[in-house]
C-alpha cells in the first residue's frame, strides 16, 4: 500500500528534475490565473521546452464557490438558482438537469406545454451560448470582429428569453413541476423573427471565419484527440462528438420533447480544434431546426403543476439524472433522505472532465497552441470549479 | 469653448479678454475620468455581461472612454471587479491591485463582490465583498447587473473622479451582515435597518454629492 | 441487455459484486474495497459489457454508519446501459485503490474526492489538494468539517 501525498512545489520540483538528461533547458511557466485567454481564472503551469509544450498542469480552484456545501442546506428550488452560476452561459439547461432528477425521482408528472417550453428555451440558449463560443474563439486567435458580430446576434436571443424569464443570463427559470413563468405572447412570433434573421447571419459567420487561411491554419490538425483518449478522459458535449463519437442525450435517451423533433447529430471526424469549432456551427443549425419544428405546436395547458410555496420532498434512496449542456453532459446525483433538503449533492460538470484533455493532447504543440486548445474545448471555469 | 459652457463652475473666464482661468488639479482629474483604462478581470459570470456584453456592439463601453481593456494590470487604471472572490484567489487580487499604477479606482459589480451574493450562507471559500481585500470606489449591484447598470456605475466614477472625491482606505464601508439574531430583534427591524443604512451610507447621491462642494472661485 | 442479465453477468466475472439493496434509480452493486480494480477493469475490457465511460465519480459522507460511500457511475455506449458501483470503507480509515489506470478522468475526480472528503486512493500518481490550497486544513464536505469562516443562514 502506497498513499503517498504531495504539493504543488514538489509537483513542479520533481517533474523538472526527471528529464534532466537532455540537453536543453526545460522551465515553467505561469499562464493565470489573471490571463486574458483562459476566460476567467484557469491557471496552468506549463512545462516549456523553448516553446514547445512538455507538460500542461492544471491549477483548480480559483472560483471555488462551495456550491456542493451550500447545496446540502438549501431546498431543491434554492438549489436551481445556484446551478445557473455554474455554467452560467447553459443556465436554462442547468437548472433543467436539476428540476429532471427532481422530478423523476419525486415522481412529478408534466404537461407537454411544459416539455415544448423547456426544449425551445434550452435550445435558444444552446445558440446563444455556442455565438459566444464563436466570437471568443475568434478573439482568442487574434480577430476581434467575430466577438462583435456574436455578441450582436446574442444580444437578440437575450432579449426573447429576457421577455419571458426577466433574467439576461442567470435565468433561473426551469423548476422542479414546471417553468417559472408562462410566455410571452410575443414569444413564438419574436423566435420565428430571429430564426428568420438568424440563418444567413450563419453562413456570414462562416464567410468571416470558417474560410479564413489563418483560421485554418490555426485550427487545423491542432490538438488532436482520438474517439478513444476523448472517452477515456470523460469528455462529452463537442469535444467528444468532434472525436467521431456519436454521443449525445437528446438523441440517445431524449428528455423534453427532443424525441418528437428531427434532427441530427454532428460529428467531426479528425478530432482536432477545427472539427470542435466546426461542430458546433453545425449545431447552431440543428438548434434551428429543432426549434423550427417545435415553435408552432407549443400545446395548452399549466405552465407549472406544483405551487411555487410547495416544498419538493425527494423520497429516500440516490438519484443520477443528466442533460446535454452545450459543452457538455451535466450530471446530477443526489442523496436523498427524504427531506426537502438533500443529503448530498454532486455535479458531474461537463467543464471539469472536457479540462483534463488539455494534458493528453497540448504537450508536443507550441504555446500559442494551447490557446487555440482552450478556446476550442470553450472552457467555462465556475463550472469546473463550482 | 464647449468644454467651459460644460464644466461651467471648474473655470473662470476674465471679463472681456478671451482668457481662462482654471485650476490644473481639475483639468487633470477631468482628463483621468475620460481616459479609463479597464483590467480585463473576470472570474465568473458576471464577467459576461460586465467586461463582454459591455464591451460588445450594443452597450459599447467605448461610448464613455473607458473602452481600452488591458490584460496586464501595469497598463491598466482601473478595476472592473466581476464575479466571485474566493479565498484562493484573495491574494492574487490584492497583488493585481497593487500593480496598477496610481492613481487606481475600483468598481466591485454584482452580489458577489458586494457582499458574497448567492454563496454568501454556508461557504466555506467565499469572500463576503472585495472591500474586505481592496478599496472599492463604486458599487453596482445586481446578479449580474444588467450592462446600463454598469455604465451608470461608470458615470458615477467619472464624476467621483472630477470631484476627487475616490475611496483609498480600506474599511470605509460597514456592512450590515446578519449572522446571529439577538434575543427581542426581529428580522423586519433589521430589515428597516439595513434599509435605512443602505439609503443612508451606499447611495450616493451625485447632485447632493456636487451640490455640497467647494467650487473653485477664480485665482 | 436487461438488468437481471447483467447482474448474471457481472456476478459471473467478480464474484464478490452483489446487487445493491440501496434504493437507487439506476442498476447498482456493491463490491468490496480489494475487488474494485479487478471489477472495473472487467467491465471495461469485457466485449459484452464494454462500460468504457466513467460519467461520474464521488463520495458520501455517512456519519452515523461512520462509513464512506464512493460511487461510481459508469455508462457503456454500446448497450446504453447505465450501471452504478458502490463501495463502501470505513470513515477512520478511508483508503480506496485507484482506478486510474483504467480511466485517465478518475486520477483528477480521486483527486477532488481527496480534496474535499480526505478519502485517500491507494497508488495514486498524483495524489494532491485540487481545489483548495495545500495547505487547508480539514476536508470541507466531510459532515463533520467545523470552521469559523462558515456563515449560518438565519431561521
Ligand atoms: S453577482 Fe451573481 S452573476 Fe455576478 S458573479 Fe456573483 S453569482 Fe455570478
Same mark, same amino acid.
Given at each position: 500500500?502506497?498513499?503517498?501525498? *504531495?504539493?504543488?512545489?514538489?509537483?513542479?520540483?520533481?517533474?523538472?528534475?526527471?528529464?534532466?538528461?537532455?540537453?536543453?533547458?526545460?522551465?515553467?511557466?505561469?499562464?493565470?490565473?489573471?490571463?486574458?485567454?483562459?476566460?476567467?481564472?484557469?491557471?496552468?503551469?506549463?512545462?516549456?521546452?523553448?516553446?514547445?509544450?512538455?507538460?500542461?498542469?492544471?491549477?483548480?480552484?480559483?472560483?471555488?464557490?462551495?456550491?456542493?456545501?451550500?447545496?446540502?442546506?438549501?431546498?431543491?428550488?434554492?438549489?436551481?438558482?445556484?446551478?445557473?452560476?455554474?455554467?452560467?452561459?447553459?443556465?436554462?439547461?442547468?437548472?433543467?438537469?436539476?428540476?429532471?432528477?427532481?422530478?423523476?425521482?419525486?415522481?412529478?408528472?408534466?404537461?407537454?406545454?411544459?416539455?415544448?417550453?423547456?426544449?425551445?428555451?434550452?435550445?435558444?440558449?444552446?445558440?446563444?451560448?455556442?455565438?459566444?463560443?464563436?466570437?471568443?474563439?475568434?478573439?482568442?486567435?487574434?480577430?476581434?470582429?467575430?466577438?462583435?458580430?456574436?455578441?450582436?446576434?446574442?444580444?437578440?436571443?437575450?432579449?426573447?428569453?429576457?421577455?419571458?424569464? &426577466?433574467?439576461?443570463? *442567470?435565468?433561473?427559470?426551469?423548476?422542479?413541476?414546471?417553468?417559472?413563468?408562462?410566455?410571452?405572447?410575443?414569444?413564438?412570433?419574436?423566435?420565428?423573427?430571429?430564426?428568420?434573421?438568424?440563418?444567413?447571419?450563419?453562413?456570414?459567420?462562416?464567410?468571416?471565419?470558417?474560410?479564413?487561411?489563418?483560421?485554418?491554419?490555426?485550427?487545423?490538425?491542432?490538438?488532436?484527440?482520438? &474517439?478513444?483518449?476523448?472517452?477515456?478522459?470523460?469528455?462529452?458535449?463537442?469535444?467528444?462528438?468532434?472525436?467521431?463519437?456519436?454521443?449525445?442525450?437528446?438523441?440517445?435517451?431524449?428528455?423534453?420533447?427532443?424525441?418528437?423533433?428531427?434532427?441530427?447529430?454532428?460529428?467531426?471526424?479528425?478530432?482536432?480544434?477545427?472539427?470542435?469549432?466546426?461542430?458546433?456551427?453545425?449545431?447552431?443549425?440543428?438548434?434551428?431546426?429543432?426549434?423550427?419544428?417545435?415553435?408552432?405546436?407549443?400545446?395548452?395547458?399549466?405552465?407549472?403543476?406544483?405551487?411555487?410555496?410547495?416544498?419538493?420532498?425527494?423520497?429516500?434512496?440516490?438519484?443520477?439524472?443528466?442533460?446535454?449542456?452545450?459543452?457538455?453532459?451535466?450530471?446530477?446525483?443526489?442523496?436523498?433522505?427524504?427531506?426537502?433538503?438533500?443529503?448530498?449533492?454532486?455535479?458531474?460538470?461537463?467543464?471539469?472532465?472536457?479540462?483534463?484533455?488539455?494534458?493528453?493532447?497540448?504537450?508536443?504543440?507550441?504555446?500559442?497552441?494551447?490557446?487555440?486548445?482552450?478556446?476550442?474545448?470553450?472552457?467555462?471555469?465556475?463550472?469546473?470549479?463550482? | 469653448?464647449?468644454?467651459?459652457?460644460?464644466?461651467?463652475?471648474?473655470?473662470?473666464?476674465?471679463?472681456?479678454?478671451?482668457?481662462?482661468?482654471?485650476?490644473?488639479?481639475?483639468?487633470?482629474?477631468?482628463?483621468?475620468?475620460?481616459?479609463?483604462?479597464?483590467?480585463?478581470?473576470?472570474?465568473?459570470?458576471?464577467?459576461?455581461?460586465?467586461?463582454?456584453?459591455?464591451?460588445?456592439?450594443?452597450?459599447?463601453?467605448?461610448?464613455?472612454?473607458?473602452?481600452?481593456?488591458?490584460?496586464?494590470?501595469?497598463?491598466?487604471?482601473?478595476?472592473?471587479?466581476?464575479?466571485?472572490?474566493?479565498?484562493?484567489?484573495?491574494?492574487?487580487?490584492? *497583488?493585481?491591485?497593487?500593480?496598477?499604477?496610481?492613481?487606481?479606482?475600483?468598481?466591485?459589480?454584482?452580489?458577489?463582490?458586494?457582499?458574497?451574493?448567492?454563496?454568501?450562507?454556508?461557504?466555506?471559500?467565499?469572500?463576503?465583498?472585495?472591500?474586505?481585500?481592496?478599496?472599492?470606489?463604486?458599487?453596482?449591484?445586481?446578479?449580474?447587473?444588467?450592462?446600463?447598470?454598469?455604465?451608470?456605475?461608470?458615470?458615477?466614477?467619472?464624476?467621483?473622479?472630477?470631484?476627487?472625491?475616490?475611496?483609498?482606505?480600506?474599511?470605509?464601508?460597514?456592512?450590515?451582515?446578519?449572522?446571529?439574531?439577538?434575543?427581542?430583534?426581529?428580522?423586519?427591524?433589521?430589515?428597516?435597518?439595513?434599509?435605512?443604512?443602505?439609503?443612508?451610507?451606499?447611495?450616493?447621491?451625485?447632485?447632493?454629492?456636487?451640490?455640497?462642494?467647494?467650487?473653485?472661485?477664480?485665482? | 441487455?436487461?438488468?437481471?442479465?447483467?447482474?448474471?453477468?457481472?456476478?459471473?466475472?467478480?464474484?464478490?459484486?452483489?446487487?445493491?439493496?440501496?434504493?437507487?434509480?439506476?442498476?447498482?452493486?456493491?463490491?468490496?474495497?480489494?475487488?474494485?480494480?479487478?471489477?472495473?477493469?472487467?467491465?471495461?475490457?469485457?466485449?459484452?459489457?464494454?462500460?468504457?465511460?466513467?460519467?461520474?465519480?464521488?463520495?458520501?459522507?455517512?456519519?452515523?454508519?461512520?462509513?464512506?460511500?464512493?460511487?461510481?457511475?459508469?455508462?457503456?455506449?454500446?448497450?446504453?446501459?447505465?450501471?452504478?458501483?458502490?463501495?463502501?470503507?470505513?470513515?477512520?480509515?478511508?483508503?480506496?485503490?485507484?482506478?486510474?489506470?483504467?480511466?485517465?478522468?478518475?486520477?483528477?475526480?480521486?483527486?477532488?474526492?481527496?480534496?474535499?472528503?480526505?478519502?485517500?486512493?491507494?497508488?495514486?500518481?498524483?495524489?494532491?489538494?485540487?481545489?483548495?490550497?495545500?495547505?487547508?486544513?480539514?476536508?470541507?464536505?466531510?459532515?463533520?468539517?467545523?470552521?469559523?469562516?462558515?456563515?449560518?443562514?438565519?431561521?
Amino acid at each position: 500500500m502506497s498513499v503517498n501525498i *504531495t504539493t504543488l512545489d514538489e509537483r513542479t520540483r520533481v517533474t523538472s528534475e526527471a528529464d534532466s538528461a537532455l540537453d536543453t533547458e526545460e522551465y515553467f511557466v505561469n499562464m493565470g490565473p489573471q490571463h486574458p485567454a483562459t476566460h476567467g481564472v484557469l491557471r496552468m503551469v506549463l512545462k516549456l521546452d523553448g516553446e514547445t509544450i512538455k507538460e500542461v498542469i492544471p491549477v483548480l480552484g480559483y472560483i471555488h464557490r462551495s456550491i456542493e456545501k451550500i447545496c446540502e442546506h438549501s431546498t431543491y428550488r434554492q438549489i436551481v438558482h445556484l446551478t445557473d452560476r455554474m455554467d452560467y452561459l447553459s443556465s436554462i439547461m442547468n437548472n433543467w438537469a436539476v428540476s429532471l432528477t427532481v422530478e423523476k425521482a419525486a415522481n412529478i408528472e408534466l404537461t407537454e406545454r411544459i416539455e415544448y417550453i423547456r426544449t425551445i428555451v434550452a435550445e435558444l440558449e444552446r445558440i446563444h451560448s455556442h455565438q459566444v463560443a464563436w466570437g471568443v474563439m475568434g478573439m482568442d486567435l487574434g480577430a476581434f470582429t467575430p466577438f462583435l458580430y456574436g455578441f450582436r446576434d446574442r444580444e437578440l436571443v437575450t432579449d426573447i428569453l429576457e421577455e419571458t424569464i &426577466g433574467a439576461r443570463l *442567470t435565468m433561473n427559470y426551469i423548476q422542479p413541476g414546471g417553468v417559472m413563468f408562462d410566455i410571452h405572447p410575443n414569444f413564438v412570433k419574436k423566435v420565428k423573427e430571429y430564426i428568420a434573421y438568424f440563418r444567413p447571419k450563419l453562413d456570414e459567420y462562416e464567410d468571416l471565419m470558417s474560410g479564413n487561411p489563418i483560421i485554418q491554419q490555426r485550427l487545423r490538425d491542432v490538438g488532436t484527440m482520438d &474517439g478513444e483518449t476523448a472517452l477515456s478522459y470523460g469528455a462529452t458535449g463537442p469535444v467528444l462528438r468532434a472525436s467521431r463519437v456519436p454521443y449525445d442525450l437528446r438523441k440517445i435517451e431524449p428528455y423534453g420533447v427532443y424525441g418528437k423533433a428531427d434532427f441530427n447529430v454532428a460529428i467531426g471526424t479528425a478530432g482536432d480544434c477545427w472539427d470542435r469549432y466546426y461542430v458546433r456551427i453545425e449545431e447552431m443549425r440543428q438548434s434551428i431546426r429543432i426549434i423550427e419544428q417545435l415553435i408552432d405546436n407549443i400545446p395548452e395547458g399549466k405552465f407549472m403543476v406544483k405551487k411555487p410555496a410547495v416544498k419538493i420532498k425527494v423520497p429516500e434512496g440516490r438519484y443520477y439524472g443528466h442533460v446535454e449542456t452545450a459543452r457538455g453532459v451535466l450530471g446530477v446525483f443526489i442523496v436523498s433522505q427524504g427531506k426537502d433538503i438533500p443529503y448530498r449533492m454532486y455535479f458531474r460538470t461537463p467543464n471539469f472532465h472536457n479540462l483534463w484533455c488539455t494534458t493528453a493532447i497540448a504537450p508536443g504543440g507550441r504555446i500559442g497552441d494551447l490557446v487555440a486548445i482552450t478556446a476550442s474545448l470553450d472552457l467555462v471555469i465556475p463550472d469546473i470549479d463550482r | 469653448m464647449g468644454l467651459v459652457k460644460k464644466e461651467e463652475y471648474a473655470f473662470d473666464t476674465m471679463p472681456g479678454v478671451d482668457v481662462v482661468l482654471t485650476k490644473i488639479d481639475y483639468v487633470v482629474n477631468w482628463a483621468r475620468s475620460n481616459s479609463l483604462w479597464p483590467l480585463t478581470f473576470g472570474t465568473s459570470c458576471c464577467a459576461i455581461e460586465m467586461l463582454m456584453a459591455t464591451g460588445g456592439p450594443r452597450h459599447d463601453l467605448a461610448r464613455f472612454g473607458a473602452e481600452v481593456t488591458r490584460p496586464s494590470p501595469r497598463q491598466a487604471d482601473l478595476l472592473i471587479l466581476a464575479g466571485t472572490i474566493v479565498k484562493r484567489m484573495a491574494p492574487r487580487l490584492r *497583488t493585481l491591485y497593487d500593480q496598477m499604477a496610481e492613481p487606481r479606482y475600483v468598481i466591485a459589480t454584482g452580489a458577489c463582490t458586494i457582499s458574497g451574493g448567492p454563496f454568501l450562507y454556508h461557504s466555506y471559500s467565499t469572500i463576503r465583498g472585495a472591500d474586505e481585500i481592496i478599496p472599492v470606489d463604486v458599487y453596482v449591484p445586481g446578479c449580474p447587473p444588467r450592462p446600463e447598470s454598469l455604465l451608470h456605475g461608470l458615470l458615477t466614477l467619472q464624476k467621483l473622479i472630477k470631484e476627487g472625491q475616490t475611496i483609498r482606505k480600506p474599511g470605509v464601508r460597514h456592512k450590515p451582515v446578519i449572522s446571529e439574531i439577538p434575543e427581542g430583534v426581529s428580522r423586519e427591524d433589521i430589515t428597516a435597518e439595513m434599509v435605512e443604512l443602505l439609503e443612508h451610507d451606499s447611495v450616493v447621491n451625485i447632485e447632493e454629492t456636487l451640490g455640497n462642494l467647494e467650487r473653485p472661485t477664480g485665482i | 441487455m436487461t438488468t437481471e442479465e447483467l447482474f448474471q453477468v457481472i456476478t459471473e466475472l467478480e464474484p464478490s459484486a452483489k446487487q445493491s439493496e440501496k434504493t437507487s434509480d439506476r442498476p447498482t452493486v456493491e463490491v468490496p474495497p480489494e475487488a474494485l480494480v479487478a471489477l472495473m477493469q472487467k467491465l471495461r475490457d469485457d466485449p459484452r459489457l464494454s462500460f468504457n465511460m466513467l460519467l461520474a465519480h464521488t463520495a458520501v459522507d455517512w456519519l452515523e454508519e461512520r462509513l464512506f460511500e464512493m460511487v461510481y457511475q459508469l455508462y457503456s455506449p454500446q448497450n446504453q446501459q447505465y450501471l452504478a458501483v458502490l463501495v463502501y470503507v470505513p470513515r477512520n480509515n478511508p483508503v480506496v485503490p485507484t482506478i486510474s489506470s483504467i480511466w485517465r478522468i478518475a486520477e483528477f475526480q480521486e483527486r477532488e474526492v481527496y480534496d474535499l472528503l480526505g478519502v485517500l486512493y491507494d497508488e495514486h500518481p498524483d495524489l494532491r489538494r485540487l481545489f483548495l490550497e495545500d495547505d487547508w486544513t480539514g476536508f470541507p464536505l466531510r459532515k463533520s468539517y467545523q470552521d469559523d469562516f462558515i456563515l449560518e443562514r438565519p431561521k
